[in-house]
């Protein structure tokens, strides 16, 4: 297909495996990130050879803004109403398919539409697969307003219910915050390891001030991992 000069091999074979998923008449969720954008062109690429007739629902303005511009015709959500197929990125891939996602501050859009598809297929390179979560710093989404209480809050369930120490710092960009799709700010836990994901996503989800953490906890259904020889595995 089209793109290949300049393009992380492994994470070209990851997406092009993905993509060779999708059947005509498929209602797809598109994923945020470089490994996903990949996967947007190759996707994109497909269509147009193929005349595939598809219904594309995207997790990010940026997702959004690259699918229109190769041509595919991309829906709300609530417009296609349910997905068959969402193809994602991901920061961390565990064995048990446990993810952290977030890295692009996508999290909250790209777990909306995770749960409303069938299936989810994450498309990596290897260094995103992991025995432990938590060496990438885990985004959380939180609303501007009571941020700093908002922050205070985390810390405190962290270390009430003995989820490990860690610095909660605000992502920037420059100097000025990272400003979600959906007005919202993030907070990276730098936790290091995340012994007990189920245990923390529990605690994070409890927060009044949280919108969404980065953890995908039995959502993703495959993990297509690419590797430099073009081959990929799958877990
Ligand atoms: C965005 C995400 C991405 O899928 C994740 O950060 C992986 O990105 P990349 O493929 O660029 O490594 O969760 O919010």
Redesign the pocket.
Known sequence: MSQSQGVDPA?LAAARAAVAMVEDGMRLGL??????AIMVRELAARVAAEGLTLRCAAT?RATAELAESLGLRIETLDQIGWLDLTI????EVDPHLHLV???????LR?KVVAAASDRMVV???PA?VVETLGAFPL?VEVLEFGFETTRKLIRRALEAQDLGECDVLQRLRGSDPVITDEGNLILDLHLARIEDPVALARALSAIPGVVEH?LFLGMCDLAIIGREDGSVIEL
Not at 101 to 107: D, E, I, M, V
């Open positions: 994470k994923g945020t990130g470089s490994t996903a990010s994602d990125g991901a920061d996602k977030g890295g692009g501050a996508a999290h790209e498309v990596a390179d995103k985004p980065g």
